[in-house]
Every structure is written in C-alpha cells, then in structure tokens.
C-alpha cells in the first residue's frame, strides 16, 4: 500500500474540519536591496484583522505546502535566491486550530494532523536556497515552530507575545519544537520555553527576549521591521553579514536541563498531566541531533495526547476562558447597566485599599474611602498611593498618570460626605451579618437612589443583607478573590430583589475591571469557596479522625493541583476557613462539619499547620501537639476517593440548586479564582473520567464530546 502525499494527507484532513477559517499563503515577489537578487516572500493572512489570528488548519496548511510548490520550483530553477516568512500586521501565526483538533475522533486522523504540518513546514529547510522567517507580531504554537524550520529568523521589537504553549494546553510542540528548538538553542533554554513557561500560567515571551534566547537572528523595531528585515537578508545573502550562534552543549548540560524540567513538572502537576513528560522525553531524545527521529516521536505524542482526555479538558479550558468568560450565562442586558463616574469603598483595611487601586485603574474615575477613625482612612488612602509609586517606579505608568490616579483617591470619614454623588459603593467590612446590614442601612441613608450598593461578602446572604433597606433592589453581591490584582475571577450574586438594572451595571463594571464575571445564585458561600470548604472538610475529617496529616495531604497530589490543602488553608488563614466552615455548617449541617481541630488552631493563634525552617513546609511541632486524632488510618487512595465523591456530590447539588447556569460555570469559577489547571478542565471532566459523577450522581455532569474525545 503506497504511503499517502501530504496533500492527500491533508485533503483526507480538511473533510473533518469543514468550518475552518482558512489561511492563505501570498506569494509574491521582490527585488532586494544592494542588488542581492529576486525574492519570493510568503504571507500568511486569513483575510480578518488581528483580532482573529491567524491559524494552521488542514486547508491553511495545503495552502502553505502550495506556494511552496511554487518556490521550491523557482528556487530549482534559479529563478530566486531565497524564501522570507511573515504575517498579517500585529500576527505572524498563532499554530494549530484547536476547533479542529476537538473534532477528531480517532487516532489515525490525529496521527494525520501531526505528519501533516511535518511534511508541509520540512519542506522550508529542504529547499535549494536560503530560508527566513520573519516574526512581525503574536507567534505561538505551530507558529513559532514553522519559522524554526527556516534558516534564519529576524523579530520585531514589538512583538507582544512569543511562546509554545501546547504542554499548557496538555499537547507537545509536534510539528518540530522539541526536536528542534533544543538543537538551536541548546536544552536548558528550550526546557524554559517549552515546559517551564508553558507550566507557568502559558508565560509569553517579549521580541527582545527571543532575540536574546537566541531562537531569532536579528531584531529589529517594529515600525519599519520587514524592510530593515529584507536589509539584512540581503547582506546575510550576499555574505556581508556573518550569522553567529552559540555551540550547543551536548554533554551533561543536556541531562541535566531535561533533569530540569521533570523537577519543574513534578513539582507543577505531579505527575498527573502526560504532555510536560512526553515533551521531555523528545527533548532527551533530541540530544544526539536526528531531528527525523525526533519528528517521528513527535507525531505519535501528538497522536496519543490528542485522544486522550487531558487535552480535550485543556482545550474546554482554553474555551471556558476565552469565550465563555466573555459572554457571562445569565448577565442581564447589558444596555440597562448605569453610567457609573464616582466610587465609594467602605472600610479601608487591606482588602477594602485593594479593591480601591482596582477600581482606580481600571476606570479612573473619583475612589473615595471611607473608615471608622482618621489613621485607618489614611493608611487605606496611603496604601493606593505606595502602590501607584511602585508602578511608577517599575515604569508601568508615567509621571502625568501617577499625579492623576493619585489626585482621584481620596478618604473621608463622613459617609454622607463622601457618599452623597457615588454611583456604586462597595463594602469590604468584617464578615458578620449585623455589621454589613448597619453598614448598608448607613450608606443607604446617603447615598443617591441610582446607586449601586455591593458587597464583598465571601459567604454570607445578599438577600439577607438588604432585607431591612427600602431599596433591597439595588444590592448585589460583588465577591473578589485574594489576590485582587492577580485572580480574575468575580463572583457576582443575584440577591432575591436585586433587579435587572443593578446586575447589569455590576456586569459592566466587572468588565471595565478585566474581571471573569460568573452569575451566581444568593445560595451559602457561593460556588469556590463551598466546594473549597466541602473539599478542605473532607480532608479534615480525615485527619481528625486519624489518618496522619502528610498521608492526607499527599492523597491528593496525582489531581495536580497549585498548592497543597493545608498550604492553601494557610494562604486564605484558618481563621476565615473556620469561619466560611462554620456558615456551611449552619447552612447544610449534614455534609459540613466545623473540625474541633481547625478551631484549636485558631483558637492557639496559629497562622497554618507548617513551619518551613528547612525551606520545606514540616508540621509545626506546636500544631501537632494541639491535634486531638481518632484510630481510623486511611490510606491516600482512600483519602482521595472520598474527597473527590465529596466535591462531586456538592457540585451535583449545587447544580440541582441553579446555584449557577450549568457545569461549565463551576469549571471556569475553579479556574480563574482557584487556579485549578487547565488539565482537570477545572474540576467536572476530571470527574467524569475518572468515573466519580457516575458513582456518586448516577451521571456525568457534561454531556459526550465535550472536555472529552466525541463519539
């Protein structure tokens, strides 16, 4: 049976992908400067401007491997004396389209994608004359990789965003990256690239820092980029430009970068994600230079990885992030939201002075902070002002901007004073009922009847607390997550009064904020911190009744999760967990407990479980002396198994409450204000493969084909 051509291969492709937003690749023709002769230079272009990327699908890549027909028969000829690479303005090409890879249902067809993009991107280094790619703007992915296959490269100072980010996504580079990058840069630094940055929330790299990694040859700014580009091609061309890289090691440095980058995975996902590993294997592999070895294991990772369900929980992920969080379920519309031009904070403590630079920045508009004596005022006023000097200083704004933030915060202690002309007033009080209804009874006295009045509350009523006001319409829960500047999540509660308006506007200043707006039902703790609670109960019940803290801690390491339980516990403070734990309880007494442990802690004045005076978190001696354990050991199978059919009966309940719109929602709150990874897809197609939603709700809670391979 004869081996298919790539552009059968990729024909056979294109049929399963039928919606794919095409690439074209231009050829046309140029004369270089100082007489270096004729040149063929290719454009990839889809047709949309940037706000749409420009992607390699089946037929985007038939269309590359066709203008290379076409060069390659020039070049043959003599006709030209070398092939550039560029993109539209501000993209160069942004790699594999992902809508296309979730339609894949087996693995021959995925084996297909994978030698696809091979056979067309080989070709750029096969050819009789020089190659170059020139990176004009965003590259990622195959994007990246397709300009490694090219002789030379040049980038643009300008460029906002380098990187391959599949192992991010629970894929491998396959189409070249980690056979190639390692081989050109040496392993250390495409580890860095590869795994490390990808590990690290999908860190981008900058123009300048392609440039120094070595992966580009020359840089260039970005107003006149692609004719200082064709400038230096011709004197590369005509031999006045010598092209210098640095000799890879070969030696050790080699294993001990992949050593590297199997302690930055471990440490990461612990084992519970395969793309990281996969990829260092190549790496490895790629050591002794046989790129062709290195392609083929490539596409049989890809292959594997694309039917297997890491990555279609990444690529729901990646979905749930950038398309669901943009288009909040529920959100009313969004042409009924008010204008708002002036913002009230009550309180001034630390989270309350956070919330203020947010609001600052993002809508720059008067902040006014109010608080029960003159010092905490000045210290919640004093704090914005610290901060913007550091952002000043780290030359994020200039001077004009520091001087105008800074004259827009303000802090008084008269409510009515501060309040009577605010639009939307937010309060960040102490977490008790009483004090948040005084507080709202206080503001509402003074402030004007179109204003918003929000709370901060993590887990207590929104309706409750606007039940004594006359205008209970206009409050709305607007919770944040710690760290303000760095979760994007906003949690925002519908309280049983609050109105269409209300929300919309609260809708609208959470998009000013950047923040991912979730709608959620005035229900106990909201959607985070009650699975957090549910979740961090469990292992505390285990504790308490005997199974030794490191064996429960450890029980949970294979979900991969950013920190431990009781690292995490430490993070938010016992003090808060045992609060939020003690409001379930009275809430829903059968399935959360108040742990006698967590309260000796607190109680002891503890700030979490560890000591870390060798660096690494040991359990405080003090700490264990105060736990009180039953006789019942557990082992971290175990553990993990009742966690998990904990978290799957309180996500189950959750949805049968209409705490939010469907499951998809509970993934993208554990997302972006808990920093779940992308590989558990949040927490439901974890779930769902590992079989616990059917053992514990008798179903899956997403339907076939969706975070998981179609059938």
């Not at 140029?30 to 047709?47: C, E, M, S």
């Not at 043959?76 to 594999?96: C, N, S």
């Not at 002891?604 to 060798?614: L, P, T």
Request: proline share 5%; hydrophobic share 45%; aromatic share 6%.
């Amino acid at each position: 049976m004869s081996t298919p051509t790539t552009a059968e291969l990729l024909k056979g492709a294109a049929e399963l992908f039928p919606d794919e937003v095409v690439t074209s690749a231009h050829v046309r023709h140029l004369d270089l400067p100082y007489g270096a002769g004729r040149f063929a230079l290719i454009t990839l272009d889809n047709g949309f401007d940037h706000t749409k990327p420009t992607t390699f699908g089946p037929g985007s890549l038939a269309n590359l491997n066709a203008a290379i027909d076409q060069v390659e028969k020039e070049a043959a000829d003599g006709d030209i004396v070398g092939v550039g690479l560029t993109g539209k303005p501000f993209i160069f090409a942004v790699g594999a389209d992902l809508k296309g890879v979730e339609l894949l249902k087996k693995h021959e067809d995925a084996l297909a994608i994978g030698k696809g993009g091979h056979e067309v991107f080989k070709r750029l280094a096969k050819l009789a004359v020089p190659t170059f790619a020139y990176y004009n703007g965003a590259a990622m992915g195959g994007g990246v990789e397709v300009g490694l296959h090219c002789s030379y490269r040049t980038v643009s100072k300008a460029l906002p965003a380098f990187s391959l980010p599949e192992v991010f996504l629970g894929l491998v580079p396959g189409w070249g990256g980690c056979a190639l990058l390692p081989n050109l840069i040496g392993a250390d630094k495409a580890v860095s690239v590869i795994i490390e940055n990808s590990l690290n929330q999908n860190k981008q790299l900058k123009g300048q820092q392609v440039f120094d990694l070595g992966i580009a040859d020359a840089i260039f700014e970005g107003a006149d980029f692609l004719e200082q580009s064709l400038i230096w091609t011709a004197g590369v061309l005509k031999g006045d430009v010598a092209v210098e890289r640095a000799e890879v090691d070969r030696g050790e440095a080699w294993d001990q970068a992949v050593a590297k980058g199997r302690f930055i995975a471990d440490g990461k996902v612990h084992g519970a994600a395969p793309a990281a590993y996969r990829a260092l294997d190549i790496i490895a592999a790629a050591k002794d230079g046989d790129l062709q070895a290195g392609f083929d294991a490539e596409d049989q990772a890809l292959a594997d990885l694309i039917m297997g369900g890491e990555l279609r929980a990444g690529i729901y992920s990646f979905n749930l992030v950038q398309k669901r969080a943009k288009r909040p379920a529920g959100a009313p519309d969004k042409n009924l939201a008010r204008p708002v031009s002036k913002v009230g904070v009550v309180g001034a403590g630390l989270m309350a002075s956070q919330l203020a630079l947010l609001f600052l920045r993002r809508l720059e508009v008067p902040v006014v902070l109010t608080d029960i004596d003159q010092e905490r005022v000045d210290k919640g006023v004093g704090y914005v002002h610290a901060e913007i000097d550091k952002l000043l200083g780290k030359g994020r704004i200039n001077q004009d901007k520091a001087n105008r933030l800074k004259a827009l915060v303000s802090g008084v202690l008269d409510k009515a004073e501060g309040f009577s002309d605010a639009d939307f007033i937010i309060e960040a009080v102490f977490e008790e009922i009483g004090v948040k209804q005084t507080v709202f009874a206080e503001v509402e006295a003074v402030a004007p009847a179109h204003a918003i009045l929000a709370t901060n509350t993590s887990s207590l009523s929104v309706t409750e607390m606007a039940s004594k006001l006359k205008h209970p319409e206009r409050v709305v829960g607007f919770h944040f997550f710690n760290p303000v500047a760095i979760l994007p999540l906003l949690e925002i509660v519908r309280g049983e009064k609050t109105d269409d308006a209300s929300l919309a506007t609260a809708f609208g200043v959470a998009k000013k904020l950047k923040k991912t707006a979730v709608l959620v039902k005035d229900a106990p703790a909201f959607v985070v911190n009650r699975i957090l609670t549910r979740f961090m109960g469990e292992i505390q019940n285990v504790i308490d009744e005997g199974t030794p803290v490191d064996v429960a801690e450890k029980a949970i390491e294979p979900l991969g999760l950013p920190m431990s339980p009781l690292v995490l516990l430490e993070l938010v403070g016992p003090a808060i967990g045992l609060h939020v734990s003690e409001t379930l309880n009275r809430s829903f007494p059968d399935r959360f407990t108040v742990s006698p442990n967590l309260k000796a802690v607190v109680e002891a004045g503890k700030r979490g479980f560890y000591v870390y005076d060798s660096g690494k978190p040991e359990l405080d001696p003090e700490v264990a002396a105060l736990l009180k354990q039953g006789d019942s050991v557990l082992t971290e199978d175990q553990v993990r198994d009742r966690v998990l059919d904990a978290v799957a009966q309180e996500i189950g309940l959750m949805l049968d409450e209409g705490v939010v719109a469907e499951a998809q929602d509970i993934d993208l709150c554990l997302i972006t204000g808990a920093g779940w990874p992308f590989h558990l897809g949040g927490i439901t197609p974890y779930l769902d493969r590992a079989g616990v939603s059917e053992r514990v709700t008798g179903k899956k809670f997403l339907a076939p084909g969706v975070a998981s391979v179609p059938a």
